[in-house]
């Protein structure tokens, strides 16, 4: 099975979170599996609430408690159990060995400090060096991602929101993680804006090596630098495998509804395809598959139980009861 | 994304989703212990002020004096003791419940009144309306609100009607802050506009679409000012400016005890007791609305 | 900065007026005829008469108003109706113990509150936050004269410890500081609690621990600052209106500030002392809301900007 790889700088097992609040139980992450080798970026794709911001902040132990209880599950970073660090390790290791970036950069910013303080901040405290020489190190990030050292002493209202979310990038990146994560980097930016910082994030990695888990909704963005994709439905990744595998080999009924309802520029007559129906209420899951009610696939069998993993190959993996018939094919690939 | 969310639900606002949304409230201030006691307080001063002549006949008890018995501590039979003319405290105490919650449920209706409407009308029109009764509201408020009734007091003359007005008066601004914000954000709002575009006259706007949206910041203003009325009226009679003798009210029991300081603390004690318990229950209930109406604010 | 300094000192002068005119018209309804009240018990018609025409008291309202506008324009408070002595060096005489007090009091209510709303808000929900907040809830609850009253029977009548009254060396100051601050100080602890749990929830909060921040340091670092500006609104606006004179406090502790000579002054309508007052606390309390705008710009830069 493909899970026996080696050198994994991330590897999440059976992870389930939970926010239980006066109004229920909201089953946020619901059994997720990710596997991510060093210097690799996988994509995790799916609409707003499928709890892709909670796995991700679950791996720097900052899903906010109360609510948010991780129910069950293993996340190995590099090698340590970051649900059993004590606190003082895993401050040692946010910011240090894995990074965020925040989906808006409006507000991820403090107001009342420079944005050069804010920088130097976390190499002074991940790096063992002095005070001066965090902040002359913190000037040279800023011009890594493109922006002038002059402006160290400026605070973030003085910035715009392309610049804030480069500093915000060179924040994540000052220590070298091996690890970024990046969450709907570009969302709050303008599609100009989106693709300069897109491409910075790009470069930076590369020179940097870090392996990066890209949140997002948009395929577009997934295509352009992801190595690995996992489609997350309601808390569970309902298929996982290569960008190739995604892309060309479309295997669940979701993740076909995604394709459908991009714009096809190629073919401007083919008419959207938009999933109908909304996300199952994730304080009340469906007791079988999260996604049959939504399916056009949908047999009396899927509302029964949870599909399991089903291997296509060693890469590709997808949850859908249907690919238990011989001959199951959804209709992008019969096209 | 939370504080967006509740605009989104607050913009539908209209009269279908009103009741369905006054329900949400009540289930979240039921879980609310602190607020539910405050209210259970509080519903029972109104019941005890209500039925005040059941306890204690006026006449006979609350302001018949009796100076056999003068300064006498807690006992059987006057359980909070009597004071320097031989009445018993407790009774003038259930009677003063009346006089306290009055002065302060009115007064703070006076202020309501006038500071809504010039609130409602300097955020609605704007310009050189607003102009002029923000610039009055800030006369007001440049004087603190206590030396405000004082004044007003003085100058009228000691009685229940006039210590309303006064107490009435001082916390105008705050209410046309209020509504005049409230006003100010919801009559841009797509809503209004359509309102204004299928024919509704001004008026029609204003109780119909402004009124409902601004009740949120004024329900919890509301429970905070009646305690704060409550307070500036034993004030003031404690300065010798409230309701006059024989009459019970608490700021004035209170001030009457302060001769005796020495020998009968009881005497201000216990009134200082009433207001507290008053002022608190008014309080947690505020504090419980303010959160059941606004859930951004609990976790 | 020091163009909107001016600017606000300006806007300053319309308000002046508004505050005296309302004061003037509110006390000139007052019944009763001033002049008689004036030449004391017992005076003759021709005294009387003689004053009333002297003090401009035959005049109407509107005509008082605009002289003793005209001779405050030429810095001239007017005399005490009662005492006969200079407005303005009555009330200067008393305005350095009313701001004494004003300062012991903000400084036990700021050193009581500030902790206290942290501790509280930083373990929301623990042991020290339900006592903090019930505390809070009751210190806004109580009268004030009421507690100073209760302070006078405990440190002064039973136990012998503290003065009752009057400003006689700093023993006289601890049960007037201790009433006014514990008032001021339950509010401050509310509002510190609140703005702080506010802050907290913050997006920049969440980036500073992403970015392996010790608690202690995100508290200290990057709340507590982006907290702070809420609470200093309150602690400003508490200390300006504890520089107006607290006037109950002054009453019972006889503290002879200007919160007890206005209620006398009011109490015996004497329109030019009362005035004179109202005056000194609208400039005092207009400059303590300037200070403290003024600073907010240092502890927010984005306030700062808009000051230029």
Redesign the interface.
């Known amino acids: 099975m493909a899970e026996q790889k080696k050198d994994l700088v991330l590897d999440i097992k059976d992870l389930v979170i939970h926010y239980e609040t006066d109004d229920g139980v909201v089953e946020a992450v619901n059994g997720i599996d990710i596997q991510l080798e060093h210097g690799k970026t996988l994509g995790l794709v799916g609409e707003t609430g499928s709890g892709k911001t909670t796995t991700a902040l679950s791996i720097l132990r900052l899903v906010p408690d109360p609510p948010g209880v991780i129910k069950s599950g293993s996340i190995k970073l590099d090698g340590k159990d970051v649900l059993n660090l004590p606190v003082a390790e895993l401050e040692a290791i946010r910011g240090n060995l894995v990074s965020m970036i925040f989906q808006d950069p409006m507000t991820s910013l403090n107001p009342v400090l420079t944005v050069g303080e804010q920088i130097a901040e976390v190499i002074a405290l991940h790096e063992n060096i002095s005070e001066k020489e965090a902040q002359t190190k913190a000037g040279d990030m800023l011009e890594v991602v493109g922006i002038p050292r002059e402006r160290y002493g400026e605070y973030p209202h003085q910035f715009s929101g392309g610049m804030k979310q480069r500093v915000v990038i060179a924040m994540a990146l000052a220590c070298n993680p091996k690890l970024l994560l990046a969450d709907e980097p570009t969302t709050a930016l303008d599609v100009t804006i989106q693709a300069q910082v897109l491409e910075t994030m790009k470069k930076l990695r590369e020179q940097y090596g870090s392996a990066m888990i890209m949140i997002t909704h948009d395929l577009g963005i997934i295509a352009e630098v992801c190595d690995e994709v996992s489609v997350v439905y309601a808390g569970q990744i309902v298929e996982h495998g290569t960008l190739e595998d995604i892309f060309e080999s479309t295997m669940h009924p979701y993740t076909e509804g995604l394709f459908g309802s991009l714009p096809n520029i190629e073919e401007r007559k083919a008419r959207l395809q938009p999933i109908t129906g909304l996300m199952p209420d994730p304080t009340n899951l469906p007791k079988g598959c999260c996604f049959a009610p939504r399916c056009k696939y949908c047999t009396e069998n899927c509302a029964k139980s949870r599909p399991d993993k089903k291997w296509v190959s060693d890469t590709h993996y997808v949850r859908c009861s249907r690919y238990e018939e011989p001959g199951f094919q959804i209709e992008r690939r019969g096209q | 994304m939370e504080a967006a969310k509740i605009n989104g639900a607050v913009q539908e606002g209209g009269a279908v989703k009103r009741r369905g949304q006054a329900g949400e409230i009540w289930r979240r201030l039921k879980k609310n212990k602190m607020a539910m006691a405050g209210l259970a307080v509080l519903v029972l001063l109104i019941l005890v002020s209500i039925f005040a002549d059941v306890l204690f006949d006026y006449n006979e008890i609350v302001i018949k004096q009796d100076t056999s018995i003068r300064l006498q501590g807690p006992s059987g039979a006057h359980w909070l003791g009597t004071d320097e003319f031989g009445r018993d405290i407790l009774a003038r105490l259930v009677h003063g419940s009346r006089v306290s919650l009055s002065v302060g449920v009115i007064a703070v209706s006076i202020s309501l009144v006038i500071g809504g409407a010039l609130g409602a009308i300097a955020g609605f029109y704007g310009g050189k309306t607003d102009n002029l009764i923000m610039r009055f509201i800030d006369i007001l408020l440049a004087v603190p609100s206590l030396l405000l009734s004082i004044t007003i007091v003085s100058a009228l003359g000691p009685s229940i009607f006039n210590l309303m007005l006064a107490i009435g008066v001082s916390s105008v601004p705050s209410y046309a802050r209020i509504v005049r914000a409230s006003v100010l954000t919801v009559k841009d709002q797509e809503y209004v506009e359509a309102a204004r575009c299928i024919g509704a006259n001004n008026f029609e706007i204003i109780v119909s679409h402004i009124i409902p949206n601004c009740m949120a910041p004024i329900i919890v203003q509301v429970s905070l000012k009646v305690a704060s009325a409550i307070l500036s009226t034993s004030g003031l009679s404690f300065l010798g400016l409230g309701i006059k003798a024989p009459t019970p009210e608490w700021g004035a029991m209170l001030s009457g005890g302060r001769a005796y300081l020495r020998n009968a603390p009881h005497l201000t004690l216990f009134p200082g007791l009433a207001i507290i318990i008053t002022i608190l229950a008014l309080n947690l209930l505020g504090d419980g609305l303010r959160d059941a109406l606004d859930p951004k604010l609990k976790k | 900065m020091s163009k909107y300094i001016v600017k606000r000192l300006i806007m300053l002068i319309?308000?002046l007026i508004?505050?005296t005119f309302?004061?003037y018209f509110?006390?000139?309804?007052?019944?009763g005829d001033t002049a008689t009240m004036i030449a004391g018990e017992g005076a003759e018609a021709e005294t009387i008469e003689a004053i009333r025409k002297e003090y401009g008291l035959d005049q109407p309202v509107i005509a008082q108003y605009g002289k003793y506008m005209w001779n405050l324009l030429r810095g001239d408070m007017g005399r005490s109706y009662l005492t006969k002595r200079d407005v303005f060096t009555t009330i200067a005489g008393a305005f350095p113990n009313t701001a004494k007090l004003a300062f012991w009091s903000i400084l036990v209510a700021v050193a009581i509150a500030l902790p206290i709303g942290i501790i509280s808000a930083t373990r929301q929900y623990s042991m020290v936050d339900n006592v903090g907040m019930v505390a809070a809830?009751?210190g806004?609850?109580?009268?004030n004269?009421?507690l100073g009253?209760?302070l006078?029977?405990l440190f002064s009548?039973k136990l012998g410890w503290l003065p009752s009254g009057g400003m006689n060396g700093w023993q006289s100051y601890i049960m007037p500081a201790i009433t006014l601050g514990t008032g001021d100080a339950a509010l401050i602890t509310r509002m510190t609690r609140?703005s702080m749990?506010?802050v907290v929830r913050?997006?920049?909060i969440?980036?500073?621990?992403?970015?392996?921040?010790?608690?202690k340091a995100v508290i200290r670092?990057?709340a507590l600052?982006?907290a702070l500006i809420p609470v200093v609104t309150v602690i400003g606006l508490q200390f300006g209106?504890l520089l107006?004179g607290a006037?109950?406090t002054e009453?019972i502790f006889a503290w002879p500030g200007v919160g007890r000579l206005?209620?006398d002054s009011?109490?015996s309508?004497d329109t030019p002392m009362?005035l004179g007052g109202?005056i000194m606390?609208?400039i005092t309390?207009?400059v303590i809301n300037l200070l403290v705008d003024i600073l907010y710009a240092f502890?927010?830069?984005?306030i700062k900007?808009q000051y230029r």
């Open positions: 319309p308000v508004g505050v309302l004061v509110i006390l000139s309804m007052s019944p809830l009751l806004v609850a109580t009268p004269f009421w009253l209760m006078i029977i009548l609140s749990l506010e913050q997006d920049y969440r980036t500073a621990r992403a970015k392996g921040v010790p608690e670092k990057h600052k982006n209106g107006g006037t109950l009453t206005l209620v009011i109490k309508k009362v109202v606390l609208t309390f207009s502890i927010d830069p984005r900007a």
